[in-house]
Structures are given as C-alpha cells and as structure tokens.
C-alpha cells in the first residue's frame, strides 16, 4: 500500500514539473514572437507596404486578423500618400498571463515615424513610446496574435 501511494505521490510531482516546463516553454516562445509580430504590424514602409501588410498579416489570427485587414485597406492608400516609414522598436517585454496555448505580452515599443504631408516641403519625424498588450495564441505549433490593445 505504501508503495501504491509514494507511486501516485510521485506520479503527481513529475506531471507538475511537466506542466511547469510546458508553460515556461510557451511563455519564452510567445515572447519572441510577440516581440517579431509588433514590429511587423507596428511597422511598414510606404515604398514596400505591401510586402509589409503581408507578413503582418500572418502574424496573426481569428477577429484580429480580419480587424488588421480593415485597417490595412486604409493604411495602403494612406501610406503612399503620406510617404510614411514606421518603424517600431520593441524595448522590454514580459508575460502578464500565461498559459499552454495563451499567452498575454506587455511590450514598451518605440515607434519612429517619417512622413512627407502633401504641401510641406520638408518632412515630419515624431517618436511615440506606447504600451502594447499582445494576446498569443497558439495556432498549428505557431504562436500568433489574436488580440492587440494600445494602453
């Protein structure tokens, strides 16, 4: 009998540990692809945007995706108007929820933005520092965004 409860005790601890090295290993997974994902969809540059909507676009996943695609058909025109380069920057960036498949980011991204307004003659810089809140999900062995929120 003993030995039948030090057996489970044991089973018990080892299915933990496992469950503890699952969700470090989603956690450290979801961080880089958090970090490769906001700067694909944070940033474009007008001379190849769509090259850059397009690799966006496949980082990320369900509702997201097809907010993401709205808001694309806007930035395309927009961005060959304006001549805009974005480029974000991902500083820092930490798990805030994690689980197996789901994992909630915070990033502090820089975004450095260049843009010719029709009528100037010389263009505007401007650096924004946001907080970004990226939900990811797994998706097919792949960690995408299902989720953004600007805080």
Request: a positive charge; aromatic letters at 4%.
């Amino acid at each position: 009998m003993l030995c039948v409860v030090a057996a489970a005790v044991l089973g018990g601890l080892l299915l933990q540990r496992q469950g503890r090295e699952a969700t470090e290993s989603a956690r450290t997974a979801a961080i880089s692809a958090a970090r490769a994902a906001a700067s694909d969809i944070l940033g474009y540059d007008y001379r190849s945007v769509e090259a850059s909507i397009r690799r966006a676009r496949a980082s990320t996943t369900g509702a997201f995706r097809t907010e993401y695609d709205k808001t694309a058909k806007t930035l395309l025109p927009q961005s060959k108007q304006l001549k805009a380069i974005v480029q974000a920057t991902v500083g820092s960036a930490a798990a805030i929820d994690t689980r197996r498949d789901r994992v909630v980011v915070l990033l502090f991204v820089d975004q450095a933005t260049v843009k010719q307004v029709p009528g100037e003659k010389t263009p505007t810089t401007r650096i924004d520092q946001s907080r970004v809140r990226l939900t990811m999900t797994r998706v097919d062995g792949r960690w995408l965004v299902s989720e953004l929120a600007a805080l």
